[in-house]
């Protein structure tokens, strides 16, 4: 009967851990930032438009690489609509910036309307999927407001790993009207969410303590 017991026992406590391990795997790629309302030329082709220059990058904030194919960028709640569909490795630690330049070139090799990532400016949600073995699973969303989307702030993670969101606001000051807070610092697609500007970083703890 023990042996019983032990056997059932141990079959639970590997079944917990290979679930743990399979939901820190699916949660490895996050969002990590994005920018719906751009005011200037983002995407670098040397003209400033609504839809081209939104971006949203993802990392890898997990310590092993990931093959990012099979992951979608949707917004909007309900029926994720697709925006951009991901391809090839991730590193740890390394992030992927999508403008809307390339998600409308995505939509439009695929037979889509062209909208582009199509945040909305006044309030949207952004939403990262993957598609494994015919099932379409949830793994990071971000809502956002109106004051959130003003012209050139992003939405980011305060840290590279798990972080809280900030609004990186250092070319559109927030005033203290955004939630999340705006930091004083640049936004950067493309890269980790370092603070960008003159206005020396405050130490981590020193933030935590701010959004408790
Ligand atoms: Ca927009
Ligand atoms: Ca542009
Ligand atoms: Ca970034």
Same mark, same amino acid.
């Given at each position: 009967m023990r042996k019983i017991f032990r056997f059932f026992l141990s079959t639970v406590v590997c079944f917990t851990l290979i679930s743990v391990l399979v939901h820190e795997g699916a949660a490895q790629v996050v969002l990590n930032e994005f920018l719906a309302?751009? #005011?200037?030329?983002w995407d670098g082709d040397g003209l400033a438009n609504f839809r081209d220059d939104e971006w949203v990058e993802i990392m890898n904030a997990g310590d092993a690489a990931v093959d990012i194919t099979g992951y979608l960028l949707a917004d909007g709640v309900g029926e994720p609509v697709w925006r951009y569909a991901f391809s090839g490795f991730l590193q740890p630690g390394e992030t992927f910036v999508v403008f809307g330049s390339e998600s409308r070139a995505w939509e439009e090799a695929n037979g889509f309307p062209m909208y582009g990532l199509s945040l909305n400016n006044s309030g949207d949600r952004v939403a990262l999927y993957r598609i494994a073995a015919q099932e379409t699973l949830l793994v990071d969303s971000f809502e956002y407001g109106d004051r959130e989307a003003d012209d050139d702030r992003s939405v980011g993670r *305060?840290?590279?790993?798990?972080g809280q969101w900030a609004v990186f606001d #250092?070319? /559109?000051? !927030?005033s203290g009207r955004c939630d999340p807070p705006g930091n004083g610092c640049l936004p950067t697609p493309g890269s980790? /969410?370092? !603070? *960008?500007?003159g206005i020396s970083c405050e130490s981590w703890g020193t933030i935590k303590s701010v959004y408790r």
């Amino acid at each position: 009967m023990r042996k019983i017991f032990r056997f059932f026992l141990s079959t639970v406590v590997c079944f917990t851990l290979i679930s743990v391990l399979v939901h820190e795997g699916a949660a490895q790629v996050v969002l990590n930032e994005f920018l719906a309302d751009p #005011a200037r030329d983002w995407d670098g082709d040397g003209l400033a438009n609504f839809r081209d220059d939104e971006w949203v990058e993802i990392m890898n904030a997990g310590d092993a690489a990931v093959d990012i194919t099979g992951y979608l960028l949707a917004d909007g709640v309900g029926e994720p609509v697709w925006r951009y569909a991901f391809s090839g490795f991730l590193q740890p630690g390394e992030t992927f910036v999508v403008f809307g330049s390339e998600s409308r070139a995505w939509e439009e090799a695929n037979g889509f309307p062209m909208y582009g990532l199509s945040l909305n400016n006044s309030g949207d949600r952004v939403a990262l999927y993957r598609i494994a073995a015919q099932e379409t699973l949830l793994v990071d969303s971000f809502e956002y407001g109106d004051r959130e989307a003003d012209d050139d702030r992003s939405v980011g993670r *305060l840290v590279e790993v798990h972080g809280q969101w900030a609004v990186f606001d #250092a070319y /559109n000051p !927030c005033s203290g009207r955004c939630d999340p807070p705006g930091n004083g610092c640049l936004p950067t697609p493309g890269s980790g /969410n370092s !603070c *960008l500007t003159g206005i020396s970083c405050e130490s981590w703890g020193t933030i935590k303590s701010v959004y408790r």
